[in-house]
């Protein structure tokens, strides 16, 4: 399965139910699993394909690593990932170090992304950091966003 299968057939369905309730947590944690695994897909994928665009990168989770460098989205979305999986991260400096981190919060009008989740507010699946509401589906979107772009950079057909 090439990386954009994986999109189209994981990784799409998995948002657009997340973006059915934004406040289901297990519907988030879906998307968040689904999307953390597209950046595997692509590595691998270039791996065979294309090595000289991971050159130097032992495996996906460095490959991870360096897409996450100077993009706090995208680490903030692995750190979410690997927070899900192994429930407390006590290593490194992670944004996110709990699964329980991740939860349903309120906001109201004018807080949170532009066109992402409910009209008027109500409660979303979220991340405080630094006292400031993360919405978990911008973040996605933004992760997906990247990784397309990544799939075009390493000539990824589509």
Same mark, same amino acid.
């Given at each position: ?43 691998h ?22 897409? /996450?460098?100077?993009?706090?989205n995208?680490?903030?979305l ?11 991260l006590?290593? /490194?400096?992670p ?24 009209? /008027? ?37 589509v």
């Open positions: 399965m090439t990386p954009r299968e994986y999109l189209a057939l994981v990784v799409e369905p998995n948002l657009e139910d997340a973006a059915q309730d934004v406040s289901d947590v297990r519907r988030t944690y879906n998307a968040v699993m689904a999307v953390d695994g597209l950046a595997a897909h692509v590595f994928w270039c791996r065979r394909h294309n090595a000289p665009y991971v050159q130097g990168l032992k495996d996906d989770t460095w490959y991870r690593e360096q897409c /996450g460098k100077n993009r706090a995208i680490q903030m692995h750190d979410m990932a690997k927070a899900a999986k192994h429930v407390e006590d290593r /490194g400096t944004t996110i170090r709990t699964f329980a981190e991740m939860q349903p919060r309120e906001f109201g009008w004018g807080e949170g992304g532009y066109g992402v989740g409910p009209y /008027g507010g109500g409660d979303q699946v979220s991340v405080l950091i630094d006292g400031q509401k993360i919405q978990i589906e911008l973040l996605l979107i933004q992760a997906v966003d990247f990784y397309k772009s990544e799939m075009d950079a390493a000539g990824i057909p």
